[in-house]
């Protein structure tokens, strides 16, 4: 992953290492939705058994996190 992100960084021009949302959308996007041809098309989510539900799996995703985020919200 870290020459893909280099690779990106080299093409945005203005984009900081470590704090950057566009990277942090990116390590999802390498984790939990790019298929991994060393992996049998599988995503690295997949092999720690991490499933996503559904077509559009970066829908699923921030759905996700805006529910965990409203739970965090009431129980504080």
């Not at 942090?24 to 092999?47: C, E, S, V, W």
Request: net charge positive; aromatic share 6%.
């Amino acid at each position: 992953m870290n020459g893909e992100i280099r690779d990106r960084e080299k093409v945005m021009r203005g984009v900081e290492r470590g704090c950057s949302l566009i990277l942090t959308g990116y390590q999802l996007f390498h984790n939990y939705i790019r298929p991994h041809m060393a992996l049998d098309g599988k995503t690295r989510a997949d092999l720690a058994g991490i499933h996503i539900e559904g077509e559009n799996r970066w829908l699923t995703i921030i759905q996700n996190a805006s529910q965990s985020a409203k739970r965090k919200q009431k129980l504080e």
